[in-house]
Structure formats: structure tokens, C-alpha cells
């Protein structure tokens, strides 16, 4: 079996084996998912997208808990089809896509976030672009993934993941209409959070 193979698993997760890869995910994830939690405004109903929601259990925690409105978005067709019949809740939409061009109404969330799943993005760019349109004036956009030095010490370009420094990350965010809120370590030397807030048109 080749590397590539190795990381399909969590690029685009199949059958028994996703099930399993994003089971592995969401555990190995639990202060990342604990930020994302902490995050949200509930003082009104927001508009929540996730991408890259993988077994959806995040989503579904979110929307058990609250009345608010949640999405997700997942380029897994497995994935879509096990979460639509493990979380049937009446505030949780579930979509088959890809962040790179979506459906979503411009402006039609207050938050977006993502955790681990830049490294599959093909053109972060086009990516921050999207993200752009259908966050609303005032909205938050909350990316989440592995330190890029812990990445490149991995060698996780041989996995066939992409690894993008910060500073770029940063630079097409703000070529695509956003500003940075707050770059953090979550788990040090290992995980970092990175919070998104789009410009504001002069008056």
C-alpha cells in the first residue's frame, strides 16, 4: 500500500474504514472541538457551517444543545450518508460539496469553522474566496489544524497532504477581504487556531 493510500482514509473518507478514520479524529481532537464549542455566540441564534465535518458528532453535540441553525459540508458521500441517519435533527442541514464552490446563500452565516482539513484544500485562495461570500458582514471564520513544523517533521507532503505555512495561509485570507483576529496555540508545538473576521468597506 503507498502513503497516499494511508492518508485517502482522511482525505475523503469511505465506508467501515471512514467510519472508523473519523471515529479516530474526533477523539484525537477533543481541545480543538472544546475552542470551537467555546466560540460560538449563543446571545443570538446563529448560523453555523462546518466543513469538513467528517462523522458529524461535533455538529450534531452543537445542535442537541441548542436551537440555533447548523450546517456541514463534506466532500465524503459516505460521510453525508452516516450522518443524515445518526443525527435526524430538525436545526441540522447536511450537504455533499466542496468548499472550493458552494450553494450557500452570500452572507448566510455568522460562523464557519473547520478543523483539520486545510491539508486538502487545492487552492486555499479560491478557498478563503467562498468562505468570504457566504460569511455574513460580521461573521467569524475559525480554521483549525496541525502546526506546520510538526507537519513537515511528520512529512505529511508524502501522505499527499498539503502543507501550508501560516504566514501564507494569512496572506491569501487577506488578499480574499479578511483580517486576523487572534492566531493561538491549542496544543503546544502541535495544533493552532486561526480566527478570521472580514473587512469592513470604508464609509
Known sequence: MTISKLARPFAK????TGIISTFIMSRLTHRERSFIVEM?????????LEVGFGNGSLLAQLANSNHANFYGL?????MVTHAKQMYPLPNLNISLGDIHQTDYLSEQFDMIYTINTLYFWSDPFIVFKELARILNRNGTVILI?????YLSFMHADKFGL????TRDLIRFAQKAG???CSHNEIKKKFSCSLVLKKKQPLA
Do not use: C, H, M, N
Open 13 to 16: 473518507p469511505t465506508g467501515y
Open 145 to 149: 489544524y496541525l502546526d506546520e513544523q
Open 40 to 48: 460560538i455566540d449563543y446571545s443570538k441564534p446563529p448560523s453555523v
Open 74 to 78: 463534506e466532500y465524503a458521500p459516505d
Open 178 to 180: 479578511f483580517y486576523v
Open 162 to 165: 498539503s502543507i501550508y505555512r
